[in-house]
């Protein structure tokens, strides 16, 4: 039995060379292609909110339909090059298909990606087929990542839920489209993923979100305290107590105030935020002092005058 589609009034439109690459897809970057297809032009946030999808999801999908040439950047420009410049395409895997006996073969004579293959399976905790070792290979060999890094990568799409062979490859495309094509790279932009995500589970329980998706903004906010402002969980309670003791609801806009403000003093520490509170108590109680201490001498003269009054007439 066929199908095929009912198009009604409406349809959207996918570019042609889609075909060519839609079996290396995911569930994942087939939503975002659609979402795409049916919202027009829309950055990593926007397709999260649409989707439900977490924004690294997204970017990782985005990165990988980027590689494939199906989609491009908003004011990204084609420049088609010559077969033999580099176009800054990652190749695609199709270009590096062995057959079992020359997998074999390279690895008897290559002891490092022999190495890699056996250590990949250990990670991901399965045997490797033909065309998984396949992979591996094109990321050793194409991409020319070493050993260090593709345990790396593996390791991050098992932490994640994903011991796929195809993941790891779509992953590994995405990182290289976007300069992250080498061990020290690798590792930062895990550093930061994994501090970025420890703040964003922090905020969710200061905040009681629970697992609704964050909007654009709240994702912007967590990402200048985390990656612009280096906060730590001390400091973004501290401002947290601090918000909620002039306001009754929690506010995000509220607290990036707080931080702001404290980034632009160069207030980094609970101890600095508290001694700069009670500067600004000590500062507040002690203009009201002398408010009520000006307002008592003023009146302290003003009986006085009327009691020296009050004298001059029984005088008289």
Same mark, same amino acid.
Request: hydrophobic share 30%.
């Given at each position: 039995m066929?199908?095929?589609? #009912? /198009?009604g009034?409406?349809?959207?439109?996918?570019?042609? @060379? +889609?075909?060519? %690459?839609?079996?290396?897809?995911t569930?994942? &970057?087939?939503?975002v292609?659609?979402?795409?297809?049916?919202?027009?032009?829309?950055?990593?946030?926007?397709?999260?909110?649409?989707?439900?999808?977490?924004?690294?999801?997204?970017?990782?999908?985005?990165?990988?339909?980027?590689?494939?040439?199906?989609?491009?950047?908003?004011?990204?420009?084609?420049?088609?090059?010559?077969?033999?410049?580099?176009?800054?395409?990652?190749?695609?895997?199709?270009?590096?298909?062995?057959?079992?006996?020359?997998?074999?073969?390279?690895?008897?004579?290559?002891?490092?990606?022999r190495?890699?293959?056996?250590?990949?399976?250990? #990670? /991901?905790?399965?045997?490797?087929?033909?065309?998984?070792? @396949? +992979?591996?290979? %094109?990321?050793?060999?194409?991409?020319?990542? &070493?050993?260090?890094?593709?345990?790396?990568?593996?390791?991050?799409?098992?932490?994640?839920?994903?011991?796929?062979?195809?993941?790891?490859?779509?992953?590994?495309?995405?990182?290289?489209?976007?300069?992250?094509d080498?061990?020290d790279?690798?590792?930062?932009?895990?550093?930061?993923?994994?501090?970025?995500?420890?703040?964003?589970?922090?905020?969710?329980?200061l905040?009681?979100m629970?697992?609704?998706?964050?909007?654009?903004?709240?994702?912007?906010?967590?990402?200048?305290?985390?990656?612009?402002?280096?906060?730590?969980?001390?400091?973004?309670?501290?401002?947290?107590?601090?918000?909620?003791?002039?306001?009754?609801?929690?506010?995000?806009k509220?607290?990036?105030?707080?931080l702001?403000?404290?980034?632009?003093?160069?207030i980094?520490?609970?101890?600095?935020?508290?001694?700069?509170?009670?500067?600004?108590?000590?500062?507040?109680?002690q203009?009201?002092?002398?408010?009520n201490?000006?307002?008592?001498?003023?009146?302290?003269?003003?009986?006085?005058?009327?009691?020296?009054?009050?004298?001059?007439?029984?005088?008289?």
């Amino acid at each position: 039995m066929k199908y095929e589609f #009912i /198009l009604g009034n409406n349809a959207l439109i996918l570019p042609g @060379n +889609v075909r060519d %690459y839609i079996k290396n897809a995911t569930g994942e &970057d087939a939503r975002v292609l659609v979402a795409l297809a049916a919202f027009g032009p829309a950055d990593e946030f926007e397709i999260s909110d649409k989707l439900g999808m977490s924004v690294s999801a997204v970017k990782e999908s985005l990165s990988f339909w980027r590689g494939t040439g199906v989609i491009k950047a908003h004011g990204e420009k084609e420049e088609p090059k010559p077969k033999e410049e580099k176009t800054g395409v990652v190749p695609e895997p199709e270009s590096c298909s062995y057959t079992g006996e020359e997998i074999e073969k390279i690895c008897k004579d290559n002891q490092e990606l022999r190495n890699i293959i056996n250590q990949a399976q250990e #990670i /991901l905790q399965k045997s490797f087929s033909t065309a998984e070792c @396949n +992979v591996i290979v %094109y990321l050793y060999d194409y991409l020319r990542l &070493d050993s260090e890094y593709i345990w790396m990568l593996c390791v991050y799409c098992k932490n994640h839920g994903h011991t796929s062979l195809r993941y790891v490859e779509k992953t590994a495309i995405g990182l290289c489209d976007r300069g992250i094509d080498n061990t020290d790279r690798l590792d930062a932009f895990l550093k930061e993923e994994s501090k970025r995500n420890d703040v964003e589970f922090y905020i969710r329980k200061l905040f009681g979100m629970g697992e609704r998706a964050l909007t654009p903004t709240e994702r912007t906010y967590i990402k200048t305290w985390c990656s612009d402002y280096s906060l730590s969980k001390e400091m973004l309670e501290k401002a947290y107590n601090q918000m909620m003791e002039n306001i009754t609801q929690p506010s995000m806009k509220y607290m990036n105030a707080i931080l702001s403000s404290w980034h632009r003093e160069s207030i980094d520490t609970p101890d600095k935020a508290d001694e700069k509170q009670n500067n600004y108590k000590n500062k507040k109680k002690q203009k009201k002092e002398k408010e009520n201490s000006s307002f008592d001498i003023d009146e302290f003269f003003e009986l006085a005058a009327n009691r020296g009054k009050s004298s001059e007439k029984k005088g008289e």
